[in-house]
Nanobody
Framework: QVQLVESGGGLVQAGGSLRLSCVAS????????MAWFRQAPGKERAFVAF???????YYADSVKSRFTISRDNAKNTLYLQMTSLKPEDTAVYYC?????????????????WGRGTQVTVSS
């Protein structure tokens, strides 16, 4: 069992930056593939970024070159560095852990989810 807790969200102006964190408790954090998803009001949950020792990293086209996913296994923590933020990045951001493969963009491949952290980008 893995518990995930996100933090770092907030209100930021367009063009600004935020760093999200996701702390995991439980066993074998380093063995899991990890990802960030987001859900904007009235929209379905959408893939943002993925990291895996086997498959590397993968990003949604909408965030490529602006967001960076990373992890610190010693701290059981997943990060999402977000730069050049846009109003359309406004959403609740969720971290997920599971046995995802390849691009990691399928939410059904994840067994554990955090409760999310709100990111609001003003224009």
């Amino acid at each position: 069992q893995v518990q995930l807790v996100e933090s770092g969200g907030g209100l930021v102006q367009a063009g600004g930056s935020l760093r999200l964190s996701c702390v995991a408790s439980g066993r074998s954090f380093s063995s899991y593939s990890m990802a960030w998803f987001r859900q904007a009001p009235g929209k379905e949950r959408a893939f943002v970024a993925f990291i895996s020792w086997t498959y590397g990293t993968y990003y949604a086209d909408s965030v490529k070159s602006r967001f960076t996913i990373s992890r610190d296994n010693a701290k059981n923590t997943l990060y999402l560095q977000m730069t050049s933020l846009k109003p359309e990045d406004t959403a609740v951001y969720y971290c997920a852990a599971g046995r995802a493969t390849y691009t990691g963009s399928d939410s059904h491949e994840y067994d554990y989810w955090g409760r999310g952290t709100q990111v609001t980008v003003s224009s």
